[in-house]
Structures are given as C-alpha cells and as structure tokens.
C-alpha cells in the first residue's frame, strides 16, 4: 500500500475548525501535513483561494493528496475541479470516499464543516487515505478519459 507522501489541507471559516482538528488526528499518526491555511477563522475568506493553493500542488506532485474543507464541501470540490490532473470529491461517507480514491483516482476529498457526514470524519479521512487506485482496466481508461477533456489554463 502506498500511503500519500504529504497531505495538504485547506479550509475557509465554516471548515476551519474541522479541518484544525483533521490536522490534530493526522499530525498524532505521523502523516505529514502541509496547511495551506485558513490559519485563523475569519468570515470574509474565501473557499476558492484555498482550493486553488491545494490543488495546484497536488497537481504538481502525484504522491499527494489533499483534503478541502468548506460549510457543505460543494464549494470546495467545485473549485478545485477547475485544475487539470485534480479529480476532488465529496467525502459524505466512508464508502463514497473509498469510491473516490479507488475507482475515480481522487487526489482531493472534501469534507463538509457545517453538514454532517454519514460517517465520523476520521474514519472518512482514514479510508481515503489508505485505499489505493485501482489499477481494474474500466476505471484507467475512465480517468484517461477525463484527462482527454480537462481543459489546461
């Protein structure tokens, strides 16, 4: 298994307290983290600005994944979607965020800060974070296929 060489986190201020507490857990089993702010929670940030500096450099290192927070994750995913290479998802459940990873080859999970999950939003994290993509020939040429129309800024 192949667990991602860095994780990077980014909120604004409805997912700020989730995510400082994402970090907490991550930083204890001694994953590395890199915030990429919010770094305080402030009502006037916006959820695009972090979503960009997560998925520009998730897109640059293929052995990282990030993890977006926003009030609902819908921003946040929506954002980061824009970015060549990113493949962001909604984190509601365990089994939605083993799906993004396995079968869609997500890079970015979104989590909700305001909404509640299916699942406690650790073991979400965890599930994301230790399933592999799958390697199953419909899922490579599905991604292949979404590469073939991501427009390049």
Not at 127 to 148: D, M, V
């Amino acid at each position: 298994m192949s667990i991602p060489s860095v994780i990077y986190l980014g909120a604004d201020h409805a997912g700020f307290a989730l995510k400082e507490s994402v970090k907490r857990y991550l930083e204890s089993a001694k994953f590395e983290v890199e915030d990429l702010g919010a770094h305080e929670r402030d009502p006037d940030d916006d959820y695009p600005v972090y979503a960009a500096r997560v998925a520009n450099v998730v897109r640059e290192n293929p052995r990282a994944v990030g993890i977006l927070f926003c009030r609902s994750a819908e921003g946040m995913c929506i954002a980061a979607n824009k970015f060549d290479g990113i493949r962001a998802g909604i984190g509601f459940s365990m089994s939605a965020a083993e799906s993004l990873r396995e079968d869609d080859q997500g890079n970015v999970l979104c989590l909700p800060g305001k909404i509640g999950t299916q699942d406690d939003p650790m073991a979400i994290v965890d599930t994301f974070l230790r399933t592999e993509p799958s390697k199953n020939s419909r899922h490579e040429r599905r991604a292949k296929e979404i590469a073939q129309i991501e427009v390049i800024e």
